[in-house]
């Protein structure tokens, strides 16, 4: 054989090559962060609207029994209802439109976001 050096020397690893590889693996994980389900989908639309409805029924249903309660004790007949369910409605209603104003809370980054 001869004492010839090969026409190509072998390329060392590029600092670019690195730099473009680290960039392309953030550029990834971004993007799989972003594609990722979110938890304001159908399983957080289906929890709120259970508790709208159980919210609702507590107010209605917790004020005609108080309203019940305070007729039987002070005599004064369908007023006792009637107050009762009105204020259980009006807490109810409130107690919906607090909810709906309110944000909902972002999990955390350990968190699990897909349930």
Known sequence: MSDEKPAREPIDEDA????LEARLKSAR????QRNRPKVQGADANYRSGNRAL???L?????????GFAVDALAGIAPWGLLTGLFLGTASAFRSIILAANTRPAEPSEG?????
């Open 29 to 32: 994980e971004r993007e799989e």
């Open 16 to 19: 670019r090559i690195d730099a």
């Open 111 to 115: 968190q699990d976001k897909e349930g």
């Open 58 to 66: 507590g107010g209605i249903i917790g004020g005609l029994v108080i």
């Open 54 to 56: 159980a919210n609702l």
